[in-house]
C-alpha cells in the first residue's frame, strides 16, 4: 500500500470499520466516513513513518479529554495487522458543517455566533483545566452539528500537554502562522538567531486564537493585514485592530468587548482563561435582547445593501457608503451561468462594488460599440481548422495511473462515490473526443451583420449593468492556505527550493486531454531534484475552478521513501493552475492538458 494520502475504496475493511469515503486529507493521512455495527465514525489514517510520536501525542491527549464540546475518540489501533503502515484513529463522527462554511452559508446572528463562541471557549476550558494546548484553533478545526448547532472543537493533532516530550526542535511549535500570537512572534523576532531557542505556548496563544476566529465570524473580515508576512507579522504586534462593533454596527458592543479582550497583545492583559471567557460570553448572552437575532451580514439579495439616498451625482456616487459583507444561501443561479460547487470557501472580507453614474455608463457604451467594431473590422482571414493537440485514448498506463485515470464512455464504471459538499472527490478519466468536440472553424471573414450584433450585445450589457441583470458567476480562484507541517523543512533537506520548478504530467504515456475532478490528485514527477527523482509521484487535491487548481502536499519517490512537501501546479505557459479546455462546463469537472510544471512554494496563495 502506498504511503499517504491513503485512497481506500469504498468499502474497504480497517480494524473492523467499513470506509464509505474520505471526508478530508493532510499532509500526513486521511479522515474517512467509516462505520462500524451500523454506526457512523470519523476514521482517521496517519502513516507511521512520517508521524512518528505525534499518533501517540494525539491519541494521548484524546483519551484525556472527555467532553461534550470535544470530539471523542472511540478506538486506536495499527493497521495493516503484521506489517502496520498506518495508525488508525476512530473518532466519533459529526454531522455538520466546518465553521467557516456554517458561518458563510447560516449568515448567523449575534446570538448563534455567541453560542457557538461559547461551546469552543467551554472546550478549551476542559482542555487547559486537563493541562492540554491545543495549538490549533481555527475555523476548520470547529465543527457546527447540524442537529442542534452543538459546536465542536476536533483535530488535536499538532496539540501538547503538559510533562509530554518536546518533539520539535523549530524555534516555534507547529502551527497555523495566521493564527499565532503576538508573543509568539516577539519570542521568534528575539530568538531567531539564538540556537537553541524554543517558544513555550501557553493558554493565552488558545484564546488569542480564539478572539480571531471571534472576530471573523462578527465582521466577515480579518483584523489584520499587510503587504507581505512581514508586514502582517508587524501588524500582528502593534497594530490595534477596528473593533467588530465599529465594522460592523449590527454587532453587539458588549460581544464586541469581550473579543477585543480575546485580542489583547500581551497574555497579562488578555482574557485570563478560557474558563473567564465562558463567564463573559455567559454573561453577555444572559443580557442579550432582540438586536441579538439579526443576521450579521446582509443576505444575497438586490435590496440589502446599506446604502442611502440617490446617486445622481458624481459626489454621491464618490462617497457613497459601502456594502456591507454578505452571506447566506445564494439565489438560485439564471440558466446558462456556472453555480458555485456547494462548500466552497469564500473570501471572508469581500471587496464592495460602488454602482456607476449614468454619465459614465453612457460614456463606457460608447465607448465599447466603438472598441468592439474595430477589433471585428481588423480580424485576420482564418482558413481551415487551426490546430489542436490531439486527444487519444490512454495507454500503457502504470498502476498508479489506473487509480487515477479511467476511460469514460457508456459502459464506464465510477471510480469514486459522491462525497459530502465541502469536499468532493472524484478521480480523473481520460476522455476520447467525439466529432461534437472537434475544434470549431472560424469565419472567413467578419460582416456587416456581426458589428451589428456586437453593438446590439454592447447595448445589452449596458442596459443590464444599468438593471442590475444577473450574469455568469466567475468563481474566484481557491483562498491561501499553509503548508502542511514540516513540508518546507523537508524540501530543503532533499536540496529543493522554494522557487524551483521541475515538469510533470497528470497521466502517463502521451500528452493529451483528460477530465479531472475536484479531488484527490497524482501527478507523475518527469524532472529531476536532488532528494526527488523523475518518476516520483506527489500527490495532493485538485480545486475546480474558472482554472484548474492543485495543490500537492505529499511526494513518494520510485525507493518508496515518502515525505511532506508543499507544490504548486502552473500550466506550460506560465500562469498557477491549468486552463479548461472545451468540452466540460461542470462545476466539479474540467478537461486539461496533461502536462504541467510543479513549482516549490512557502504557501499556497
Known sequence: MRPPPAILPPGAEVLGYTVEHPLGQGGFGTVYLARSAGQPFALKLLHLPGVGERVEREVSILLKLRHPNVVGLQGYGLWPPGAPQFAAIAMEYVDGRRLDVWADEENP?????????????????????????HRDVKEANVMVRASDGLAKLVDFGIGDYEGARGLTVDILPPGTPEYRAPEAWRFFRQHVHSPGAQYSAGPSDDLWALGLVLYGLLTARKPF?????????????????????????????????????????????????????VTELERVLGDADATWDVPLCDAFREDTATTEGGRDTEDRWLHAPLYRPRRGKRAPLPAGSTPTAPGTPVKSAPKPRRSSPPWVLVALLLMLVVVGATLLLRTPRVTGRSPARQEVAPSG?????????????????????????????DSATVTTPSKATQPLQLPSKPT?????????????????????????????PPPPEPCPVGAV??????????????????????????????????INLIGRWKGLPGNSIVSGRSIVRDRVYARLTWATTPQGDSFPVCFDVFAEEGPRGMAREAGEDSPSRARIWTTAYVKAVAEFE
Open 109 to 133: 446572528t449575534a446570538r448563534q455566533v455567541a453560542r457557538v463562541a461559547l461551546d469552543v471557549a467551554r472546550a478549551l476550558a476542559a482542555s487547559h483545566a486537563a493541562g492540554v494546548l
Open 489 to 522: 523543512k523537508a524540501m530543503a533537506k532533499r536540496g529543493i527550493d522554494i522557487g524551483d520548478k521541475q515538469p510533470a504530467r497528470f497521466a502517463t504515456g502521451d500528452p493529451r486531454i483528460i477530465s479531472i475532478g475536484e479531488g484527490p490528485v497524482e
Open 225 to 277: 493585514d499587510g503587504a507581505d508576512d512581514p508586514g502582517f507579522i508587524e501588524a500582528v504586534m502593534v497594530s490595534e485592530p477596528v473593533t467588530p462593533h465599529e465594522v460592523n454596527a449590527r454587532v453587539p458592543r458588549a460581544l464586541s468587548d469581550v473579543c477585543m479582550r480575546l485580542l489583547e497583545k500581551t497574555p497579562e492583559t488578555r482574557t485570563l482563561s478560557a474558563l473567564a471567557a
Open 397 to 425: 498506463e502504470s498502476p498508479q495511473a489506473d487509480r487515477a485515470a479511467v476511460p469514460t464512455g457508456p459502459k464506464a464504471t465510477a471510480a469514486a462515490v459522491a462525497l459530502p459538499a465541502t469536499l468532493q472527490e
Open 448 to 476: 456587416k451583420k456581426g458589428v451589428a450584433v456586437m453593438a446590439r450585445a454592447v447595448s445589452a450589457a449596458a442596459a443590464c449593468t444599468a438593471l442590475a441583470c444577473p450574469g455568469p458567476q466567475v468563481r474566484p
